[in-house]
Nanobody, 120 residues
């Protein structure tokens, strides 16, 4: 089955950093934009970032601009989300999802999510 798998989450103190990975199984990421979406308990899903298929376009939610960086290595079938200067409000489950292009509302594939907890 085609799927995405996130990893790299964990517990970190405010101001710390984490690097999330999103790996595709059963298909190649070359043709897909990858979005990062997070959800905190009791909260709506929030778009974090997106990177297009070639990696020459990225966007970020206002709350993470200047702190998060999305990148991809298509040869490794992997997309990364580098998260720096983490804040408590960054806590949540982070999902990666594949779509035809950034800005498209529908996603073909979702990962299972990885938990990020920012707490002192």
């Amino acid at each position: 089955q085609l799927r995405l798998v996130e990893s790299g989450g964990g517990l970190v103190q405010p101001g710390g950093s984490l690097r999330l990975s999103c790996v595709a199984f059963g298909f190649t990421l070359d043709y897909y934009a990858i979005g990062w979406i997070r959800q905190a308990p009791g909260k709506e899903r929030e778009g974090v970032s997106c990177i297009n298929s070639s990696g020459d376009y990225t966007d970020y939610g206002d709350s993470v601009k200047g702190r998060f960086t999305v990148s991809r290595d298509n040869a490794k079938n992997t997309v990364y989300l580098q998260m720096n200067n983490l804040k408590a409000e960054d806590t949540g489950i982070y999902y990666c999802a594949a779509s035809a292009w950034c800005g498209k509302s529908e996603y073909e594939y979702w990962g299972q999510g990885t938990q990020v907890t920012v707490s002192s």
